[in-house]
């Protein structure tokens, strides 16, 4: 086993001077190809759809509500130009509006094809497991999850066909969890989906990237404050039995203060967005999080559970349930 060290550590040197010399070659040639963006009506789908925009793509940006607010502010904030960014439709859990938006996207392809597709629609809530109704569950799991499987099965030929890139939206909460489980579940079912994904598309030179963010509620708005009376009063009876109100406010007063602290600085996620989809070599993964929150997922991944669960147990609640 030690004998074979040294030429372990010669390859992965080998890998990262490939890599190097890989990312500093041409970057893409961004005029004339087309890229899909899921969830623009706000947050990271807005901002991307704009930046792609100014650096020549042929933007297609899904909207939720196209029209609503977020998709005529993206129209308006285009300007010169505008031809090349098209508004459409797309709720990722209606497989009749992601057929669709393939059939407009054919009828529009640009000269050098289907670039991009950013699996970027997502919502988030607040609340421990017994919380929560299996109705939401439910809902969280065909947007976040499901929707992105269904909007890439749907692309997966295009994307081999012009050999073109996939970007998933995870986070870091993928690894672990701060009052938010049902979130953090469909984000680290994503993960595995894309592993399996990124293996299976190289034959194909079809490459996939997942963005893992940190706390930006405050730039994105995917998690409004919560309202401890409004928790309390959608609680089944046996759940209330179970807890009690002050517990709920000082859960609630815990999780609003973590969305307070995020970051507002979205363009450190949308950089790392266009990186996966413009750079001659791109990563795996891209974690874009503070120094603290790259330590959580160092604990979580590297040190035993039980550690990890004293140091979440320790931040979060401090009232005892009678």
Known sequence: ???????????????????????????????????????????????????????????????????????????????????????????????????????????????????????????????????????????????????????????????????????????????????????????AAIEKFCDALRLEMKKFGVQVCIIQPGNYARSTKIQPPISAEEIWNELSEEEKAAYNKEYVQERANFFNSILSEGSANCNEVIDAMVDALTSPAPKARYMVAKLKEKALVFVCALFPTVVMDCVLSYAMSKVKLA
Not at 144 to 164: D, M, V
Request: with cysteine; glycine share 12%; net charge positive.
């Open 1 to 187: 086993m030690w004998a074979a060290a040294p030429l372990l550590l010669l390859l992965l040197l080998l890998l990262l001077v490939l890599r190097l010399w890989r990312r500093r070659a041409t970057p893409l040639e961004a005029a004339g190809r087309a890229v899909l963006i899921t969830g623009c009506d706000s947050g990271f789908g807005h901002l991307l759809a704009l930046r792609l925009h100014r650096l020549g793509f042929t933007v297609f940006a899904g909207c939720l509500c196209p029209g609503g607010e977020g998709a005529r502010r993206l129209q308006r904030e285009v300007g010169v130009g505008a031809g090349r960014l098209r508004v459409l439709r797309l709720d990722v859990t209606r497989a009749r509006d992601v057929l669709a938006a393939k059939e407009l996207i054919l009828s529009h392809l640009p000269e050098r094809g289907f670039w991009g597709l950013v699996n970027n629609a997502g919502i988030s809530t607040f609340g421990e497991t017994g919380w929560l109704s299996m109705e939401k569950y439910e809902k969280f799991a065909d947007v976040n999850l499901l929707g992105s499987i269904r909007t890439t099965l749907a692309f997966l030929p295009l994307l081999r066909k012009y050999k073109g890139r996939i970007v998933f939206m995870s986070s870091i909460t993928a690894y672990f969890t701060l009052g938010n489980g049902i979130y953090s579940m469909t984000k």
